[in-house]
């Protein structure tokens, strides 16, 4: 279980969710699992669903854990729902960790979720200007990757950080480049601390940090011991929390021509009959 507050990438205020990683088959080398994560935004018509496994094996020629996952991601968010696929990638050591995550939209992207219709602005050089403002919200699809290492200076708290790069688009938004810095720390066997900021041009710096309750064995236990290819196999799966949501005004006109006045009535003539 875990709580995170502050701003992310696609969301406001934080987030709460329950985690499930389900071992399908293990051995001790190897380990196939599902996991499966519910998360509200702190909001009770904002959550979202991840449903996913994956599989990990131990390589004795490169000494270390590769990882294959894939999820399917289904986001809420008022009165709209949208969809992704993810697939990823990790290549994991006691001491170093890679991984990389691409997300795919499926389906409906954009929807318009406030319209003011064509409001009359008045007359511009001989034209009636009617303004139509609409707010769009659009699904992002994009790519991630980071890398990181234990930290030996907290090493009582098994602490590690991360450094990463993200890139998302959609039609009509301008491709957006961020990076990322994360810390996780062990404060207890069943307890971790998260902090991670962000920076990139449409959302801006963001900054969130949370807590985490483990009801399992942790990932990596704390003290001064190497981690064993054991607690590696067993290493959550890290990904983006959220399908990516932001919000959009666009503007559209439309120039009526002010039609010309009619000419002045003609005085009629008088006719020799209608004199008589």
Known sequence: MRGDAGDGIGYKRGFTHIEAMLPIWQGDRSLTFADVRLVNFLH??????????????????????????AFYDARKTGDHYYQQLGIGFETLTPNVEFRTN????????????????????GVVNNN?????????????????????????FLDRYAARGYIGYYTYAAEGIPVLHGIRGRLEMQLSEQVSAHFSVQN????????????????????YRTGTGRASWYDVL????????????????VGSTNNVPVPPAPPPAQPEELSVESLR
């Not at 997300?103 to 003011?116: E, L, P, Q, S």
């Not at 990139?200 to 990932?219: C, K, Q, S």
């Open 234 to 249: 067993h290493q959550r799966v890290v990904r983006d929390v959220n399908i990516v949501i932001t919000n959009t005004t």
């Open 200 to 219: 990139d041009r449409l959302f801006d710096t963001t900054v969130t940090g949370g807590l985490a309750v483990h009801f399992g064995a942790p990932a």
């Open 128 to 152: 009636t200007v009617f303004q139509r403002l609409q707010t769009v919200e659009t699904a992002l699809g994009g790519l991630d990757a980071e890398i990181g290492c234990r930290l030996p």
């Open 44 to 69: 009770e018509n904002r959550w979202e669903y991840n449903l996913g496994g994956g599989y990990r094996w131990y390589s004795d020629r490169y000494q270390r854990v590769f990882g294959l996952n």
């Open 102 to 121: 691409g997300y795919f939209i499926v389906g409906a992207a954009h929807r318009v979720i406030a319209d003011t219709g064509f409001v009359n602005r």
